[in-house]
């Protein structure tokens, strides 16, 4: 018994010890836990930057800097530039001149093996000139010449159709960033709603139908945020390929702006201006006023810098010379001889002509040919400039509405339409926590704030598309004219 009473003391004493090791085990634990969970939390924060953000590994891609890419290294413009210089290769040959024809030849010269004949031996020895490009080569350089225009033309258009399908798609990339980074945004704002709720639940203060709701509106959010992200992988793919290096599409990030491109100065031509529409009388002949004057030759102008007419307009002058071309090979095979012979110690002098005679016409099925593409390259000029001047006037159009829009939109201070959004949801949010306002409506302003993000975005992007659009309908080239429509970046935007 009195060991027993002895031992007790000593039993407290080793539990305590005990009880305050495990107490110190556990905080030191616990505080690595935490660190370690900061260190996940950074090291996921950097892996994945935020859509308008930019880390250390993310490369970030401006639209002067893809247009300068896309004109260096495309392959399509590449070939085009390969015609060109197979049309001017085609322009020296059309005008090179005619080789000369030498001739040598020997008449009473004996066999071998053989007596020699009782007749002296005779030579001659000619050089025949062609004498066809001289009514051929001036019709060929001019058909060449226009073909070389044309390829020029031709390599511009094709400069810039890419070019714009590289905007579209840079656009798409930006726009899909503001997609992500507000669906993310959304999903952690209402992951804070959670949180809010599930401790007013635990609490018993809020009913645990508003923490279901919020738990189903936060997956949902969170669902979309994937989505999102994929569309904007899809778009970074599609994007890398008019940089030339596909690896670069997982880190590429875009920065396009947050204000909108100025619209160019200068009115632009409408089709029944251009065409003049207008008649007197009905069934008159349709001819413009003469206050129309200036748009029609600011038209005329704008119709001049297409690169698309002014292709149009070489294949027709090429055809023309076609035309010409074919009516000169009527009479082929033109030639001066000149030359000398030798016979019984005498050298005389030869000279002569050689000109068919045209009994027959061999290239009249050649010219009705080059006659009928004629008239086909001016149909096609013809629907060129109608297609052109329609394009230009819708793009003048589009470009001016979606400028007013974005410029309404834009507008900075606390009545703007992106702080309103941010406004909204914040009320919201804390007449919900005051028990003033439903879930319900916290919910909507949630909604309420990623649409209205995705709106003025959709909008300013589409402003920017239809400025450059509008552009290339004008044929102005799309790097030199970036510099002078640069935006300044607006405060609070999302892709700076």
């Not at 002509?353 to 001016?378: I, Q, W, Y």
């Not at 159009?397 to 949801?425: P, Q």
Request: glycine content about 8%.
């Amino acid at each position: 018994m009195h060991t027993a009473r002895s031992t007790r003391p000593l039993d407290r004493r080793l539990r305590t010890r005990v009880r305050r090791a495990w107490s110190r085990s556990s905080r030191i634990v616990a505080t690595c836990c935490a660190a370690g969970s900061v260190l996940l939390i950074n090291t996921f924060i950097i892996t994945l930057p935020a859509a308008g953000q930019t880390g250390a590994a993310t490369a970030v891609l401006t639209l002067p800097q893809l247009l300068d890419s896309v004109a260096a290294r495309h392959p399509l413009i590449a070939a085009a530039s390969a015609r060109v210089r197979a049309a001017r290769a085609g322009r020296a040959s059309a005008g090179t001149l005619g080789n000369p024809i030498l001739a040598f030849q020997v008449e009473n010269a004996p066999l071998p093996g053989r007596a020699a004949p009782p007749m002296e031996r005779e030579s001659m020895a000619t050089a025949t000139l062609p004498l066809e490009f001289l009514y051929q080569r001036g019709p060929r350089v001019r058909r060449a010449e226009a073909e070389v225009r044309a390829a020029e033309a031709e390599a511009a258009v094709q400069r810039q159709h890419v070019g714009l399908d590289a905007v579209g798609t840079f656009y798409r990339v930006a726009l899909a960033q503001v997609a992500f980074d507000a669906a993310r945004d959304l999903a952690g704002w209402l992951d804070s709603v959670v949180a809010y709720n599930r401790v007013r639940a635990r609490e018993g203060v809020a009913a645990e139908a508003d923490l279901i709701r919020s738990e189903l509106e936060r997956d949902r959010a969170a669902a979309d945020a994937t989505m999102q992200e994929a569309d904007l992988a899809r778009a970074r793919a599609e994007l890398a390929t008019f940089l030339g290096d596909p690896r670069v599409a997982r880190d590429l990030s875009v920065a396009a702006g947050d204000a909108p491109l100025p619209l160019p100065d200068g009115p632009l031509m409408l089709v029944a201006f251009a065409t003049g529409a207008r008649s007197a009388a009905p069934g008159a002949a349709a001819r413009p006023a003469a206050s129309d004057a200036p748009r029609i030759a600011l038209g005329n102008r704008a119709m001049d810098g297409r690169p698309e007419v002014r292709a149009a307009r070489e294949r027709l002058a090429a055809a023309g010379a076609s035309i010409a071309a074919e009516r000169t090979m009527l009479v082929r095979q033109l030639g001066a001889t000149v030359g000398t012979k030798w016979s019984v110690g005498t050298t005389s002098l030869i000279a002569g002509v050689s000109l068919p005679f045209p009994l027959f016409d061999r290239n009249r099925g050649e010219v009705a040919r080059a006659a009928a593409e004629r008239e086909a390259a001016a149909f096609e000029l013809a629907a060129e400039e109608r297609a052109a001047y329609a394009q230009i006037a819708g793009a003048y159009e589009a470009a001016r509405l979606l400028t007013e829009r974005a410029e309404l939109l834009a507008r900075g201070g606390s009545g703007g339409y992106l702080a309103r959004a941010d406004e909204a949801r914040r009320i919201a949010l804390g007449a919900y926590r005051e028990g003033a306002v439903p879930l319900i409506q916290v919910l909507d302003a949630a909604r309420a704030w990623g649409e209205a993000r995705l709106a003025y975005y959709r909008t300013l992007y589409g402003q920017h598309e239809s400025v450059l659009e509008l552009l290339a309908a004008q044929g102005i080239d799309l790097t030199a004219a970036l510099p002078a429509l640069a935006p300044r970046a607006a405060p609070g935007g999302v892709n700076r």
